[in-house]
């Protein structure tokens, strides 16, 4: 029964031949995918909306890091990782692009999973009551605004739904190229969740239970048979390889499960159960401008209890609608027993579950309501109504259901819900340290162009320390059009110069760990004239990076070499008493001063080792 191969899934319904001609015609084939395209259309303005405010956090500092040159791990699953290095190479920093990218694979997922729904039910009215599910949901939300999240949260949805598009289009018209785009896509998203090695059983359960009839023996037989397993095979063992081959771990650990237990009651109360139907309404906020769900008690009971409704009353109406949530089921289960709401890695401190919300559930809502209500096209009849449904009270009642006023409101109800937690996660997600601190180093940095600044590790409220060496000012500032130049190693300043935690630009000097102390000569220190002079320090440095600081007094400028352990740096003095800077790493205990030009000496007053501070606000 399946249609013709020269009709597209979204062809159905009589023919024109014999309508009369209107100047404006509103039938379904039309109404449908344009009241789709409205619905994904404002979806992603709300979600650009979101987006556009916010910047990067935690673990996308990481990836900026090691675009330059950085010695960082990515962490993460492999695909993951790899679009990161990707995307950071070729847009290093660039905020614009990254948005850009997500909204681009948020409208893939949208666009996928509507053309999924009418392959699955047909171009009916229907089938945007579905869609409209997963686009007011805000469990996909913080896993398409926060880029080291989107980096498993949106290839994830757009591989379950190539994989389950294509195994649709190879059980109904028997497309071999289909079945291959469906088993690529197994393999490419295991490289980005672990989760997906049980999407090919998923696609299995789901052709017994709707693509078989007759017995259970024969079904499973029937479905067994069919030679698009040995496809699906290959892509488990070839994505299977691949992650063993890019070391990604294994796929389920003791303690993911125990996490998984532990956190299971607060992620399915007070984030999956109300972000399946707009909430979490109101949010609690968390350190690097994410949020947690914070819903209040009375909206998470109401919330599952409409869930609850949803399912028993599609179950209560239809025989064989408890298909579709025996199918929803285990899948969920694993999902959240699975860490199912990681970001891509974590490098620090590990976020509380429900930060992150598992986006694949809506997808696995939304289809299974449909597969609850809605005939599958094309395959044996599952659904059938209830007898008291045929009856005159219950065809009074089933009929006011499914008219098109209380669909509205359903979907309006869930419109005005995902717009409220929308705007309180956004109010969070915009108040962010990072982007702050750029913002007024930009404006700082454009009044000097010239400046040198030394590097360092960012304020713990821009990057975390559990980053580094990801957390250093030049990391974060490598997000500008034009980033400012940074005191190398080996290398003389004659100005210290550098951020406060506030991204304002200010003078530095040397805290000492160790120093010269006092001099032998009155009023001088050390001379360097024809002879070198080697000053010690009180007591030798450890390992590290370290700051000096020389000052020094010349009657007349000169040239000078200046030597740290075993590195050799020419300078240049100029007359009177002034401070040169130079940075290098590891241990040493003196500093020696040579002169070009013996007739002219130099007096060192005193040399500071330590680390580069800005100035405190009363010595400005």
């Given amino acids: 029964m399946g249609a013709p191969a020269d009709v597209s899934d979204d062809a159905i319904g009589e023919s024109g031949r014999d309508r009369p001609f209107v100047l404006v015609r509103l039938d379904r084939d039309g109404l449908v995918p344009a009241s789709a395209a409205v619905l994904i259309v404002a979806h992603l303005l709300l979600r650009g909306w979101a987006t556009a405010g916010g910047w990067f956090v935690r673990e996308d500092f990481l990836a900026i890091a090691a675009a330059g040159d950085r010695r960082v791990a990515v962490p993460g699953p492999p695909g993951a990782a790899a679009l990161a290095h990707a995307v950071a190479s070729v847009a290093p920093g660039s905020w614009v692009a990254v948005a850009g990218l997500e909204l681009l694979a948020q409208l893939l997922v949208d666009l996928l999973l509507y053309r999924l729904l009418v392959g699955l039910f047909g171009r009916r009215p229907a089938v945007l009551l579905p869609l409209s599910v997963y686009l007011a949901s805000t469990l996909p939300l913080v896993g398409g605004t926060w880029w080291s999240a989107a980096l498993v949260h949106l290839p994830v949805q757009i591989a379950v739904l190539t994989a389950a598009r294509g195994h649709l289009r190879h059980l109904r018209r028997g497309r071999w190229g289909a079945a291959v785009v469906s088993a690529v896509a197994v393999a490419v998203g295991l490289l980005f969740s672990g989760g997906l090695v049980l999407l090919p059983p998923a696609l299995f359960a789901a052709t017994l239970l709707w693509w078989t009839d007759g017995r259970l023996p024969d079904r499973l037989r029937a479905a067994a048979r ?3 397993w040995l496809l699906q095979g290959a892509a ?15 796929l389920l650990t003791d303690g993911m499960l125990a996490e998984g237990v532990h956190a299971l009651p607060r992620l399915l109360w007070r984030t999956v159960l109300p972000g399946l139907v707009g909430g979490p309404w109101l949010w609690s906020s968390l350190p690097s401008a994410l949020a947690l769900p914070d819903p209040p008690a009375a909206l998470a009971w109401a919330s599952a209890v409409v869930v609850g409704v949803v399912i028993l009353g599609s179950i209560l109406v239809q025989r064989g609608a408890a298909r579709a949530w025996l199918l929803a089921l285990p899948l969920t289960a694993v999902v959240l027993f699975g860490d199912g709401g990681s970001p891509a890695g974590s490098a620090g401190e590990r ?12 997808l696995l809502a939304a289809v299974c309501l449909g597969l609850a ?13 209830r007898a008291w449904t045929t009856r005159t009270t219950g065809l009074r009642l089933s009929g006011r259901l499914v008219r098109p006023v209380p669909a509205a409101a359903a979907v309006a109800v869930l419109a005005a ?14 108040d962010n340290a990072a982007r702050a601190y750029v913002d007024t180093a930009r404006t700082e940095l454009a009044a000097r162009p010239d400046v040198v600044l030394v590097d360092g590790p960012a304020p713990e409220s821009v990057v975390a320390a559990s980053l580094a060496p990801a957390n250093t000012v030049s990391t974060v500032l490598s997000t500008l059009a034009e980033p400012p130049r940074f005191l190398p190693d ?13 991204g304002r630009l200010e003078l530095a000097y040397v805290d000492p760990v160790t120093e010269s102390g006092t001099g032998p000569i009155r009023d001088c220190g050390w001379v360097a004239g024809p002879d070198a002079v080697d000053i010690p320090l009180q ?7 370290w700051m000096v600081q020389l000052s020094y007094l010349a009657g007349v400028g000169n040239a000078v070499y200046v030597t740290v352990g075993k590195v050799r740096l020419p300078a240049l003095l100029g007359s009177g008493l002034h401070d040169i800077y130079l940075q290098t790493t590891g241990r040493f ?4 001063v040579e002169v070009e030009d013996p007739r002219h000496p130099v007096c060192v007053s005193a040399v500071r080792v330590g680390t580069a501070r800005p100035l405190p606000p009363e010595q400005r």
């Fill in 373 to 385: 209500f809605l005939p599958v096209r094309g395959a044996p009849a599952v659904l059938d109504r």
């Fill in 539 to 545: 007591r030798a440095t450890g390992p590290g990076r």
């Fill in 417 to 430: 819900g995902t717009l409220l937690s929308t705007a309180g996660f956004a109010d969070r997600w915009w």
């Fill in 490 to 502: 080996h290398w003389i300043a004659y100005e210290l110069a550098m951020l406060d935690d506030r």
């Fill in 226 to 228: 069919r030679p698009v």
């Fill in 589 to 592: 205990d003196e500093v020696r």
């Fill in 351 to 362: 976020l509380p579950a429900g930060v992150v919300p598992p986006a694949v559930l809506a």
């Fill in 236 to 250: 488990l063992a070839t994505g299977l390889g691949l992650r063993a081959l890019a070391h990604a771990g294994p």
